[in-house]
């Protein structure tokens, strides 16, 4: 046992026989000065790791002390063999003095010379791997088995917690034991690393040996002027050969010149095939020839459709113009603002989509539908970056190469249900689309060059005006298809609706036959709509009960007035307004819905209770206000109108539009309000013949509303005779069909007080009034 100062090596190990440098710092100068002291030179390293010390040192000696070449102050120390640690004793100076037990080392015995053997083997693969030929000679003239274990000391390789369990090792034997499992540990790592690192040169030079063959590929193939295997991979030739503007051709060859730079494995090489192929498709100079004869041109939109005059005049009118353009030299192909936006709105059934086909034919152009319902992406609309994974062109430019011309007929279905999402307002993105005056310039974001869109004919179609963006609906113009009158429903049915349904069916005319007056008292009684959506499923079903009767009994079948109801059962539809109105506070008023016009009943009650106004049936803000001004009209213009208003203010009123569960909203229902308001408190019943449609003001003006053509057609439909309108709306009854404008008899109003006069029954007619009111 011996006192020695103990000597810390942070984070290091020092084994016996290792010559090691030690950076001195106050601790480890402490330990250095006091051996020095004490004229032997011997200290006791000792490791420590992460802060602690380990229980077993090495008895070292201090060979030299001095600076390193960066001028640090270190000392050179040689390991001499192990000890284990003690007590801590005192000692002079400043370092740390323990008694140290010097451990005894058995002789090697039993497997320690074939470990050792085994050890050479293994180390001297891995020193040959390194290059270190020097270490390789200096371990074959190690004869002692202990040096030659801890000469280990020096692998950089080993971990310390590898290192400080070979220094407690005192037997060698187990510390060769331990150094050639971990040595061949290290072997197998390596050899998996050489693997990988192997592989990846490999897999590089097969690379750049693949590009630099392809590369040479193309220009042998280029010199001897031969195309690719499939033809497809010059594209430089079919860019070259492809009828393309002078922008585009230079745009594509830029392209071109990418790819023969990229390598294939590069994913641009893809992305530009596909750009380059989506430009080849394109019809950059394909256009249809218009026909310019007006007669075949009319001939085939009556064919197709009944009615609908007003469209029908418009596509002549732009047939027309485009035939003077032509005639003048004006340009009319890819002409700056030669392009027409019509916009269809209606409600569903009366044709909108289907009257696509028909321009398209008539013109003599290609059609292709674009569907714009629920679409929330600006990018369907102009296309997505090429950036993207998956990018597309935008619809508009895969309309063109469905179409396979520039100047097709396109039809925007939907338009009024785009939606505004995260991936920005589609509509928005319409707007250049559908400007004459920009959209021979389009830019697609995945094309980006330009596209000449102003030959192009757009048709956009729409149920509610209402609903299509402001600075979108002004790019248009705005075509309204109101509905039919039962005439034309009964023309459609007969020459379109029937003979697709036989031909759906299975059965010819000869089979089945349907009168006339049996299609008139399906569209009038069976089918109240405004378009024929409705009539033709009621076809439908007529026909497929003949077709069962027809499986029983081969016998031709004939449909008419008499045997409807065993085909579609009672009537759903009937007259309702004078039954409605029979009593006072009921009034028959005319609306626009999303299906087209209809009727609306507004009913009027009061009761005992606390004054004021109960609203229901779902209404609108606007709704509501209508209903507080028509009854502060009234109150304010009683008497004048003889009408006590202590009846209003006294009692609790009760305003109802029957349908609750249908939201309604919009100012057309305010002399409708007035009039059940007034028929109520005088007891006088509203006259059932009439509706009426207006908007009323607290000084009893009528002011005008829209979808007046659509309300009268419901009024038609509904069986009224009579139709009040306010007066300045008096310039759309030009619109109405002359078959509706002959069976209505229409009053056009400026005051309430003149709806009220006309609209109410005689007081000395004979009425139910309400009895509470009479008494107030």
Known sequence: MATLPVLPLTDAVLLPGMVVPVTLDPTTQAAVDA?????????????????????????????????????????????????RIGSGVPGPGAALWVEATELDEPAPAG?????????????????????????????????????????????????????????????????????????????????????????????LEKTQREFLLRQQLAAIRKELGEDSPDGSADYRARVEAATLPEKVREAALREVGKLERASDASPEAGWIRTWLDTVLEMPWTTRTEDNTDLAAARAVLDADHAGLADVKDRILEYLAVRNRRAERNLGVVGGRGSGAVLALAGPPGVGKTSLGESVARALGRNFVRVSLGGVRDEAEIRGHRRTYVGALPGRIVRALREAGSMNPVVLLDEVDKLAVGYSGDPAAALLEVLDPAQNHTFRDHYLEVDLDLSDVLFLATANVVETIPGPLLDRMEL??????????????????????????????????????????????????????????????????????????DPTPVRVDADNLARYLGRPRFTPESAERTAVPGVATG????????????????????????????????????????????????????????????????????PA?????????????MVTALASLVTGRPVRPEFGMTGEVTLSGR???????????????????????IPARNEPDLDDLPAEVREALTVHTLADVADVLALALRPADADTRTDPALTAA
């Open 702 to 724: 009528v002011l005008p509303i829209g979808g007046v053509k659509q309300k009268l057609l419901a009024a038609h439909r509904a069986g009224l005779t009579e139709v009040i």
């Open 479 to 552: 075509v309204t298809l109101d509905g039919y009158t039962e005439d034309e429903k009964v023309a459609i049915a007969r020459d379109h609706l029937l003979p697709r349904q036989l031909q759906r069916a299975g059965l010819t005319a000869e089979e089945v036959t349907v009168a006339d007056d049996a299609l008139t008292l399906i569209a009038g009684e069976h089918t109240r709509e405004a378009g024929v959506r409705q009539l033709e499923r009621a076809l439908a079903k007529i026909l497929r009960k003949v077709a069962v009767a027809l499986a029983d």
């Open 590 to 657: 005319l609306a626009v819905t999303g299906a087209g016009g209809d009727v609306l009943f507004i009913e009027a009650t009061s009761m005992e209770g606390e004054p004021g106004l109960t609203l229901t049936g779902q209404l609108g803000d606007v709704m509501k206000e209508s209903a507080q001004i028509a009854l502060s009209y009234l109150r304010s213009n009683g008497r004048r109108l003889g009408i006590d208003p202590n009846a209003l203010a006294g009692r609790r009123i009760h305003l109802h539009v």
């Open 35 to 83: 051996a020095r002291a004490t004229g032997d030179k011997k200290v006791l390293a000792v490791p420590r790791i992460d802060g602690e010390y380990g229980s077993v040192g090495v008895i070292a000696t201090i060979e030299k002390v001095g600076r390193l070449p960066d001028g640090e102050p270190a000392a050179v120390v040689r390991g001499l063999s192990r000890a």
């Open 660 to 672: 609750g569960a249908v939201p309604k909203d919009g100012p057309s229902a305010g002399i409708t």
């Open 111 to 203: 497997r320690a010379r074939e470990l050792a053997r085994e050890y050479r083997a293994l180390m001297t693969s891995v020193l040959q791997q390194r290059g270190a030929w020097q270490v390789i000679d200096a371990m074959e003239r190690m004869t002692d088995l202990s040096e030659l274990a801890d000469a280990a000391g020096y692998a950089p390789w080993l971990t310390l917690a590898q290192k400080t369990e070979l220094l407690a090792a005192a037997d060698v034997t187990a510390r060769l034991e331990l150094l050639v499992g971990w040595v061949r540990e290290h072997l197998a790592e390596q050899e998996v690393t050489e693997q990988i690192n192997s592989d990846v040169r490999e897999g």
